[in-house]
């Protein structure tokens, strides 16, 4: 089950937060690998009444927000006599994550408390790796270091170093193995239920068996408040996050929260730029939001983008599709450098036979083989729309390697029977065909690629590639309109395996959005649209990917809805923009991310979440709907009625 969840990170660090205030999940050396944190948690010590207190305990109210303009997260817990803030960051330039907690006396009485922090690791994910987990108090410099290797090796020789720093310095601590109950090296999560620490030093355990925990001690007055904070840095090797954690402690907590602010709020300017006027408060802000998603979500040093957060779907990949529209979102919005990243890693990671794979992880190297030949036709028409927003030729003469060998390699997947192009899989990876998805962004990039070879003074590949662009653009109308409607595939009524037919498919809207290869009012796709809509009836409503889906269960998708509000922004349909969007928000989790996909029956998020994608779509959406806002300002929904 998907619990409710922020994002903070600076694009090689990347941590989840829960709505309660844990922290469950942080990445590096890139943004999805590896996965460490397990367990990172705040809570108290109340002396008056013996007993321990963790901020998730349901006797407090808990409500997390972004800091505005921000990517920093601020986590609020309060009961009746104590009011609880953490505020969680990572440092824009340093890959080290900033906790801080301020625990502020709302009582008429003065109180004793044991302020804790306490986690649990598993360093480099727990997938059977060589040695064991291991952590130590280092009592000359006051962290805890982590670290995996067997108990004998020096910390220099792990993979990844963690190091862990109170501030300020604890007054006790504790290094655990995780789950002992007793003794020494007693779990710090057990530890710290009696208000005291045991102060063991040294503990390690099997891969997944190690935790630490730090304890200060505070009395508050009535109105008082006190703040304690919690650095974690990571590094390569011992030396390397030590140094890292250097250039951290030489700064306060607040100057390094200031320092990040500060970045953010600075980023965000550029996206304000381009926000367009919606008078609805709460899609501005989810325009905002998306672009500060959409950035986190961008490994810095690559420039790819991870497709989702999430270990269940497994998601920490980059599809060179969604990439393709995370940048062109960025770029609309003038991200350009954002954008231009990424097609440096498509070039990077491009076969010498003019493909992508699959996915890849973020440093490019491929993780799943599988063909989907629609990703080479988007990757063509996205280094189009890079050069139009930006004029950058130098770009268009940099990239033309990459975009011959792409239009190529779409050529020789041309069927000599059939004339339209065969995919081993479609963009949802479930079976192949001659796919209308597929030939839909092969015209794309195709026309996109004649464009670039005209630019670049390659007349005689221009030519070519327009004439078999036109030719496979008429063989789409030609045979995939069947009973007035585009079918999803050449043969759509055949089993095929992981799904019943491929009569429709919400992909098809591809064709108009974003692709531009049939018009959006034509008849034919209007009449695919009213078929799309009325082909499943969900108990929570909403729009699924095509009738017989199995995955999970065959739920609606957040990206459906979206890409249909695409499309009617497109023929400038707005109340049907906004019953889609509405339905979006109606299902959005904390924050308004977006999950893949929301049960048909609860409403409950499923799948990965959120979804890069959608958010890049969101925006996409966004801009159309504010020209159209611009236009008939009389046809906004009023509050009550959105």
Same mark, same amino acid.
Not at 117 to 123: I, K, M, N, P, T
């Given at each position: ?121 598993? /360093?480099?994910?727990? !997938? $059977? ?8 108090? @280092? &009592? =000359?410099?006051?962290?805890?270091? +982590? ?118 709020? /600075?980023?965000?300017? !550029? $996206? ?8 609805? @408060? &709460? =899609?501005?802000?989810?325009?905002? +939001? ?353």
């Amino acid at each position: 089950m998907i619990s409710d969840y922020g994002l903070v990170g600076n694009g090689e660090m990347l941590a989840k937060v829960r709505a309660d205030g844990v922290m469950t999940e942080a990445f590096y050396p890139s943004i999805g690998f590896f996965r460490h944190i397990i367990q990172s948690q705040f809570g108290a010590y109340d002396r008056e009444r013996g007993e321990a207190i963790w901020f998730t305990s349901p006797e407090f109210e808990v409500e997390q927000r972004y800091l505005e303009d921000t990517n920093v997260l601020q986590t609020t817990c309060t009961r009746l006599g104590l009011r609880a803030q953490i505020l969680d960051f990572v440092h824009h330039e340093i890959n080290g994550i900033v906790r801080t907690l301020e625990v502020e006396n709302t009582s008429d009485e003065p109180i004793s408390l044991g302020l804790f922090h306490a986690e649990a690791s598993s /360093v480099a994910d727990h !997938k $059977g790796e060589y040695g064991y987990n291991v952590v130590y108090y @280092s &009592r =000359l410099s006051n962290h805890a270091v +982590r670290y995996r290797g067997h108990p004998w090796d020096e910390a220099v020789e792990a993979q990844i170093v963690w190091l862990f720093a109170g501030i300020p310095v604890p007054d006790s601590y504790q290094c655990g193995v995780s789950y002992a109950e007793s003794g020494e090296g007693i779990d710090a999560f057990y530890d710290v239920r009696d208000g005291r620490l045991e102060e063991n030093r040294y503990a390690f355990g099997d891969p997944t068996g190690v935790t630490s925990a730090f304890l200060w001690n505070r009395t508050l007055a009535p109105g008082e408040s006190a703040t304690v904070s919690v650095e974690m840095v990571a590094g390569m090797s011992l030396f390397g996050a030590e140094d890292r954690l250097e250039l951290m402690m030489a700064k306060k907590p607040d100057h390094l929260l200031g320092e990040t602010i500060s970045y953010w709020r /600075v980023w965000i300017e !550029k $996206g304000k730029r381009s926000l367009p006027t919606l008078l609805n @408060s &709460r =899609l501005e802000d989810l325009y905002l +939001r998306s672009l500060l998603l959409l950035k986190l979500m961008q490994d810095r040093r690559y420039g790819s983008f991870i497709a989702a957060p999430t270990l269940d779907p497994d998601y920490r990949y980059c599809w060179p599709r969604d990439g393709v529209f995370e940048a062109w979102a960025l770029d609309r919005c003038g991200y350009h450098d954002e954008a231009r990243l990424f097609y440096r890693w498509c070039e990077r990671t491009q076969m010498h036979e003019g493909l992508w794979y699959q996915n890849h992880y973020t440093d490019g190297r491929r993780h799943w083989t599988g063909i989907q030949v629609d990703q080479v036709g988007a990757i063509m028409w996205g280094v189009w729309q890079h050069f139009q927003l930006t004029g950058n030729r130098s770009f268009l003469v940099d990239t033309w390697p990459m975009v011959q060998r792409a239009a190529g390699y779409v050529l020789s997947r041309l069927d000599p029977k059939v004339k339209l192009v065969y995919s081993e899989q479609d963009l949802w990876e479930e079976t192949g065909g001659h796919l209308t998805y597929t030939n839909a962004a092969c015209v794309a990039g195709l026309h996109c690629a004649a464009l670039h070879a005209r630019e670049v003074g390659r007349e005689s590949e221009a030519a070519r590639w327009r004439v078999a662009a036109d030719s496979l653009k008429r063989e789409i109308h030609s045979q995939l309109v069947q009973d007035g409607v585009y079918v999803g595939e050449l043969v759509p009524k055949r089993h095929f395996g992981l799904r019943g037919d491929y009569i429709l498919d919400i992909a098809n809207l591809g064709l108009s959005v974003p692709f531009g290869v049939i018009p959006a009012d034509s008849p034919e796709m209007a009449q695919t649209v009213r078929k799309l809509k009325e082909e499943v009836d969900y108990p929570i409503e909403g729009v699924g990917r095509y009738a017989s889906d199995l995955f999970m269960g065959g739920n609606p998708w957040s990206l459906s809805a979206i890409w249909l509000a695409l499309y009617y922004a497109e023929t400038g349909e707005t109340q049907e923009v906004y019953r889609q969007l509405n339905w979006c928000l109606k299902h959005a989790m904390l924050h308004d991310f977006m999950p893949e996909q929301s049960h048909k029956q609860t409403g409950a998020p499923a799948g990965a979440s959120p979804l890069g994608w959608s958010h890049a779509w969101i925006v996409l959406v966004l801009q159309k709907l504010g020209r159209l806002v611009r236009e008939a300002p009389d046809l906004v929904p009023t509050k009550e009625s959105a």
